[in-house]
Nanobody, 125 residues
Framework: QVQLVESGGGLVQPGGSLRLSCAASGFTFERDYIGWFRQGPGKEREGVSCIKSSDGSTYYADSVKGRFTISRDNAKNTVYLQMNGLKSEDTAVYYC??????????????????WGQGTQVTVSS
């Protein structure tokens, strides 16, 4: 059974940092892409960042470039999202997802078919 389990969310003040983790199990950790998405209150789910399994290429939404960093540890079957310089607009439920089939929609939820349960990130003073 495929499982993606996120952790590391919480409450942080503006300008602070958090590191999210996505632990994968139940499948060979070779998916076309592993991505992070988020859904804020009253908003649609949007792509934050992703990493391509074959060559480690990384992609970021414009809103997080220079602040967030995605990485992976293949030995631990885990993908991380380091979030620095957090802003109130980063408040959302953050989801980890995997694309089991090749996709060009690597920063769109439509390109992914395996999802974790999400972890809440709240940025507030």
């Amino acid at each position: 059974q495929v499982q993606l389990v996120e952790s590391g969310g919480g409450l942080v003040q503006p300008g602070g940092s958090l590191r999210l983790s996505c632990a994968a199990s139940g499948f060979t950790f070779e998916r076309d892409y592993i991505g992070w998405f988020r859904q804020g209150p009253g908003k649609e789910r949007e792509g934050v960042s992703c990493i391509k399994s074959s060559d480690g290429s990384t992609y970021y939404a414009d809103s997080v470039k220079g602040r967030f960093t995605i990485s992976r540890d293949n030995a631990k079957n885990t993908v991380y999202l380091q979030m620095n310089g957090l802003k109130s607009e980063d408040t959302a439920v953050y989801y980890c997802a995997a694309a089991s089939k090749p996709t060009k929609l690597y920063l769109s939820p439509e390109g992914y078919d395996e999802w974790g349960q999400g972890t809440q990130v709240t940025v507030s003073s």
